[in-house]
């Protein structure tokens, strides 16, 4: 961004930048919370579908508002679609979640929950490299690294939450295993929530830093260039 005073094109582009992230930060905690209660639990029942819709819809609004900010760039045009495109196959999978809490046995419907959460784990990686391509244009160094040194951990971490995932399916699905592997599918079972816990709900709360973090750097940078 230019250190002299933004045009009006540039600071509405920004005004936009600034509210994507801002629906990115609250969205991804409140999709994450209404969308396994709608599945799990008789909290939302009342409300049908519309939960599920109205957060994840809250995430394509984000970054459609993201891509108001440079075009021209290719690279941060391509990781932007990646990542809007996901948030839109979340959209139209989300009403499942509502179904298969009503009906838990459909395998069709266990099969669409299935593909929503593979679906939102993406998600959030594609967001980390949104991130990631949009602190690469910001004139913050040290938001620069930071954002790099962070992403490429949650970018593991959610690689680390796949793999686990097949590898526990593959010990579910399996006819006969070995004594020590049976041994580590029960402590798979019993430590479910912690394994959760580290391996998404950590990735999640530090990409809502950078979100936060690069919501500021961004404003800072437009209200330095007006003095």
């Given at each position: 961004m230019s250190e002299s005073l933004p045009n009006a094109d540039l600071l509405r582009s920004l005004g936009r930048l600034v509210r994507g992230l801002s629906a990115l930060f609250w969205g991804l905690p409140a999709t994450l919370i209404i969308c396994f209660y709608t599945a799990q639990a008789d909290a939302f029942r009342s409300?049908?579908?519309?939960?599920?819709?109205?957060?994840?819809?809250?995430?394509?609004y984000g970054l459609s508002q993201l891509g108001a900010f440079q075009k021209q760039e290719r690279v941060w045009r391509a990781a932007l679609d990646r990542a809007r495109m996901l948030s839109l196959i979340n959209f139209g999978l989300s009403p499942f979640l509502y179904w298969w809490n009503r009906v838990p046995g459909h395998v069709f419907f266990i099969a669409m929950v299935l593909l929503f959460v593979g679906c939102?784990?993406?998600?959030?990686?594609?967001?980390?490299?949104?991130?990631?391509?949009?602190?690469?244009?910001?004139?913050?160094?040290?938001?620069?690294?930071e954002t790099k040194q962070f992403t490429t951990l949650n970018l593991?971490?959610?690689?680390?939450?796949?793999?686990a995932a097949l590898f526990y399916a593959g010990l579910r699905q399996a006819?006969?295993?070995?004594?020590?592997?049976?041994?580590?599918?029960?402590?798979?079972?019993h430590f479910a929530l912690w394994f959760l816990v580290i391996l998404v709900l950590l990735p999640l709360a530090m990409t809502m830093a950078l979100l936060w973090k690069?919501?500021?750097v961004i404003l800072e940078s437009i209200f330095s260039a007006k003095h």
């Open positions: 409300f049908g579908i519309s939960p599920p819709l109205v957060v994840t819809g809250l995430l394509f939102s784990l993406l998600l959030l990686a594609s967001v980390n490299v949104v991130l990631q391509r949009l602190s690469a244009m910001l004139p913050d160094e040290g938001l620069r690294l593991n971490l959610l690689l680390a939450t796949f793999l006819q006969s295993i070995p004594r020590w592997l049976g041994v580590i599918a029960a402590i798979m079972d690069t919501k500021e």
